[in-house]
């Protein structure tokens, strides 16, 4: 299942219609040749096997899956409700640890409890109010919840020189959960709310509802008790940041659909800010038509997952948001340029073309303008007039595709034999 030749149905109330697995709802996908409901947070059923073909919801078999299923989200549910309640015995309490075991936090005579686990030493209030500076290890599950903790360069850089001089006075951080406890433990010069929705279930040991929830970003659904946040925190706030890290291989039209899926009940002016990597434009354009992406290359804490896809151009991950560009400095003094006639930043290597109007690198190396195709392109393309486009020496599309061919029907000549 790829995420560019599927669509998503959402003509239907998937809290009362579709499904539940262990993620909450199910989305109704759609091919040209299939519809069905599967997990919104996994991409591989593997992690999530859920898979209910649309026409056949109603007969016996697919009823025991979707039971099966139900079952499986009620309990996670109910967990859900036992870590916040045994989060609540330790707000006054000395000698408190955090089982990596568990996952969940116990004081100094429930040790014995936790004697063949994996548990830090005492923790003192500053460890437990920035639970991933001191305590936590970003998940690294590529198919479904893989985390990067953002560097603490960055997180200094987007609330001193963006959070702190804009007219704000709340921010969502879905799936940012550093940037929440950097928020909730910076001496802020003005009174700013800050709420962390995320489907992590560590985070309940060391946040109370009145701070964080448990949320799929993917399929808007809340978890634990949203009483709070709905009538207390939205209904107040008026000019609101919404700050996103998705996994990178996430359904962009489905976390469209979630983010107003969360406002759709109050007036509250937003903006948005969304971290991804820079060749998933297309698709976050496609699902955000408001967003620009910034030339900027964001960091994170030393992950090897993330450093697969650096290679010598560095962090593939960018800034996508609805902020006029030019409200954002540089990074640093020493990577970034100012573009006159774009009225941004960008990087030291990122030449303007004055026939595309723009500054057209993506990767930071440099493009240029190919008059025939009308458009800048990687460097080291050369236009192609048998294949009317640009691309690489010797890598002719129509060779390419005999190519393919050819190990096609060999392949379908080894099966008749």
């Known amino acids: 299942m790829t995420k560019h030749s599927i669509e998503i149905d959402f003509s ?43 026409e056949k919801r109603h007969e016996k078999k697919s009823k025991k899956i979707i039971e099966q299923h ?55 209030r500053q460890q437990l109010r920035q639970p991933c500076q001191y305590i936590l290890q970003p998940l690294e599950n590529k198919r479904s ?30 799936g940012c959960p550093t940037i929440f406890e950097n928020l909730q433990c910076f001496n802020l010069k003005k009174k700013i709310h800050s709420y962390l929705l995320d489907y ?31 009538e207390k925190f939205l209904s107040i706030i008026k000019n609101c940041l919404i700050i996103i890290d998705p996994p990178f291989g996430g359904f962009h039209r489905a976390l469209s659909y979630s983010i107003g899926k969360l406002f759709q009940s109050y007036e509250i002016n937003r903006n948005l800010i969304l971290f991804n990597p820079y060749f998933l434009e297309k698709w976050i354009i496609d699902a955000f038509p408001n967003l620009k992406m910034l030339d900027y290359k964001i960091e994170y804490t030393s992950i090897s997952s993330l450093n697969l896809c650096r290679g010598k151009k560095g962090s593939p991950v960018r800034m996508f948001t609805d902020i006029c560009p030019s409200k954002f400095p540089p990074l640093d003094d020493i990577n970034y340029k100012y573009c006159f006639e774009c009225n ?52 002719c599309m129509n060779k390419t595709n005999k190519r393919k061919h050819s190990l096609s029907d060999n392949r379908k000549k080894r099966r008749k034999k």
């Not at 985070?203 to 808007?220: R, V």
């Not at 960008?346 to 690198?361: A, E, G, I, M, V």
């Not at 393309?381 to 009317?388: A, E, F, Q, S, V």
Request: hydrophobic residues 30%.
């Open 70 to 124: 139900e079952k499986e989200y009620e309990k996670f549910k109910e967990y859900i409700q036992i870590v916040q309640k045994n989060r609540k015995k330790f707000n006054k309490q000395r000698d408190i640890h955090y089982c990596y075991t568990c996952s969940t936090l116990f004081s100094e005579n429930e040790q014995s409890d936790h004697i063949d686990h994996k548990y830090t030493e005492s923790l003192n």
């Open 344 to 395: 941004r930043y960008t990087l030291l290597t990122n030449q303007h073309c004055f026939q595309c109007q723009l500054c057209t690198s993506k990767d930071g190396l440099p493009y240029k303008h190919c008059l025939l195709c009308q458009r800048c392109v990687k460097a080291e393309r050369i236009h192609c007039n048998t294949c009317n486009v640009c691309h690489l020496p010797n890598q």
């Open 200 to 230: 992590d279930i560590r985070f309940c040991s060391f946040y109370s509802s009145k701070q964080m929830l448990i949320y799929n970003m993917f399929n808007g659904h809340i978890f634990s008790n949203k009483k709070y946040f709905q």
């Open 12 to 54: 239907e109330n998937i809290e009362i219609n579709h499904p539940k697995c262990i993620h909450g709802p199910t989305l109704l996908f759609h091919s040209s040749t299939s519809k069905f409901f599967a997990c919104s947070a996994c991409r591989d059923r593997q992690e999530c096997d859920i898979f209910i073909p649309y």
């Open 145 to 174: 919840n893989a985390q990067f903790f953002f560097s603490q360069t960055f997180i200094d850089y987007l609330i001193n020189e963006i959070i702190l001089k804009n007219s704000w006075d709340s921010i969502i951080c879905i």
